[in-house]
């Protein structure tokens, strides 16, 4: 059964940072590409970014771009997503996602609020 968990949310103040993890299982983490999205309050779901399964290819989107670098650890089935320079419009919920055998898989979220 595949399991994406994600952790490490909170409330920062703006310029303030924070670190999200996801943790997977039940499939060959290995062999798949991860992504982190985001939605936020009355918006739609947008993606934040994405990494190949080797962790050699990392995407970002242009709104979050020089402010986070994704992530990952194979050995412990885990992706990360370090977010600087925190601003205001980056509170949402960041999910976790994988797309698998043609399935998609989204973890429960976890909300980052940034406000001082």
């Known amino acids: 059964q595949v399991q994406l968990v994600e952790s490490g949310g909170g409330l920062v103040q703006p310029g303030g940072s924070l670190r999200l993890s996801c943790a997977a299982r039940?499939?060959?983490?290995?062999?798949?590409?991860m992504t982190w999205y985001r939605q936020a309050p009355g918006k739609e779901r947008e993606l934040v970014a994405g990494?190949?399964?080797?962790?050699?290819?990392?995407n970002y989107s242009d709104s979050m771009k020089g402010r986070c670098t994704i992530s990952r650890d194979n050995a412990k089935n885990t992706i990360y997503l370090q977010m600087n320079s925190l601003k205001p419009e980056d509170t949402a919920v960041y999910y976790c996602?994988?797309?698998?055998?043609?399935?998609?898989?989204w973890g429960q979220g976890t909300q980052v609020t940034v406000s001082s």
């Open positions: 996602y994988a797309r698998i055998s043609r399935y998609d898989y």
């Open positions: 039940g499939f060959i983490f290995s062999r798949y590409a």
């Open positions: 990494i190949s399964s080797t962790g050699g290819l990392t």
